[in-house]
């Protein structure tokens, strides 16, 4: 077990790859009263990609993208589960770990994607095609997970896809993910027309400037930009496949097209590869900040909760997920 000197002294080294000195010296002592919340209250963090790197070095005891923090968030048996994400994220942790107090230190943490579809537009879609199955990506409120046959996530969209025994799949909310798995399969995906704020910025014209500009980096992008960005780009993946990417492929120079803290985090975790700065910020995952991370431990807030009906028909779908990847 290391030590909090251990853990502060890791998380210094590691945020001070954008923070000045004085703002570290800032924000220690509430890295510090988290350590000892954690310890007092039985509780685990886990951290997105995409949170800043204060909030996401050091306190977090797991890190990664939306479908490991799924199966973390089900597999632990600590008493709290902090999510430092957003809010379909923390209910997914709490329909896979239902006995479990799961919080998010700001309920206002929301996502385009999950906004824009409801439990009502999915059982308006099944009537207008009957016997197709339905998949929804993990950004989706816990309702539309209750309605649809299975998820999937930035990960594993395409094999999910796959493994349907049909034709035709509807794929949901991400009109984008849908173009992005049409490229890859055979099946036709019928989608829906939802869209994160964040990546739908991104243009096919910014690739071709980004080459120009920097024809030795590898360009990177998130399978919610469009798919004519996504056909220009060198790699194509959910926010912990471009770091194995960026290890695999020992790039030397990096763009990312994607949330700017990714690029962040990972210029801390490969302190020798330069990153081209190409991000975007969303502001729902910038919602968590340590002083709100330190008060949701403190005042055990704000606490998920979902009926039983919930938890048990969006397990199905999750659970059939899981068990494919
Ligand atoms: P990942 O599952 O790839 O981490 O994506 C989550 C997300 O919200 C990206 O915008
Ligand atoms: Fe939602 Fe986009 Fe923000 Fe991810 S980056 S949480 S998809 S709005």
Same mark, same amino acid.
């Given at each position: 077990?290391?030590?909090?000197?251990?853990?502060?002294a890791e998380w210094r080294d590691k945020a001070g790859s954008i923070?000045?000195?004085?703002?570290?010296?800032? =924000?220690?002592?509430?890295?510090?009263? %988290?350590?000892?919340?954690?310890?007092?209250?039985?509780?685990?963090i886990l951290g997105h990609n995409y949170m800043t790197p204060d909030v996401y070095h050091g306190i977090s005891d797991f890190i990664g993208d939306s479908l490991e923090l799924a199966r973390r968030s089900r597999d632990t048996e600590a008493d709290i589960i902090l999510f430092n994400g957003v809010h379909f994220m923390a209910e997914t942790a709490k329909i896979l770990n239902p006995e479990r107090k799961v919080l998010i230190a700001d309920l206002k943490a929301g996502c385009s994607l999950a906004e824009s579809?409801?439990?009502?537009?999915?059982?308006?879609? =099944?009537?207008?095609? /009957?016997?197709? /199955?339905?998949?929804?990506? %993990?950004?989706?409120?816990?309702?539309?997970?209750?309605?649809v046959d299975i998820i999937c996530t930035s990960a594993n969209a395409v094999k999910i896809v796959e493994s349907l025994p049909s034709d035709t799949v509807l794929v949901v909310p991400d009109g984008y993910l849908a173009q992005?798995?049409?490229?890859?399969?055979?099946?036709?995906? %019928?989608?829906?027309?939802?869209?994160?704020?964040?990546?739908?910025?991104?243009?096919?014209?910014?690739?071709?400037?980004?080459?120009?500009?920097?024809?030795?980096?590898?360009?990177?992008a998130h399978p919610e930009c469009k798919e004519k960005v996504t056909a220009k780009v060198d790699f194509t993946g959910s926010t912990s496949q471009m770091g194995k990417y960026i290890r695999e492929s020992k790039a030397n120079q990096v763009l990312l097209m994607t949330e700017c803290s990714m690029g962040d985090n990972l210029r801390a975790e490969f302190p020798e590869v330069t990153f081209i700065s190409s991000c975007q910020t969303c502001p729902h995952m910038k919602k968590i900040t340590l002083e709100k991370v330190r008060d949701a431990l403190k005042y055990e807030r704000f606490e998920i909760s979902l009926s039983e009906d919930t938890i048990r028909r969006g397990r199905a779908s999750l659970d059939r997920m899981l068990a494919i990847v």
């Open positions: 077990m290391k030590t909090a000197d251990a853990i502060v923070y000045l000195k004085e703002e570290l010296d800032q =924000r220690e002592g509430l890295v510090r009263e %988290i350590l000892e919340l954690k310890k007092e209250k039985n509780a685990i579809m409801t439990g009502e537009d999915v059982r308006n879609l =099944r009537k207008k095609f /009957p016997g197709v /199955p339905i998949v929804s990506y %993990i950004n989706c409120t816990a309702e539309v997970k209750t309605e992005n798995i049409q490229k890859h399969t055979k099946k036709k995906i %019928i989608p829906w027309a939802g869209k994160c704020m964040v990546h739908e910025l991104y243009t096919e014209f910014d690739v071709d400037v980004a080459r120009k500009s920097f024809p030795d980096a590898k360009i990177i």
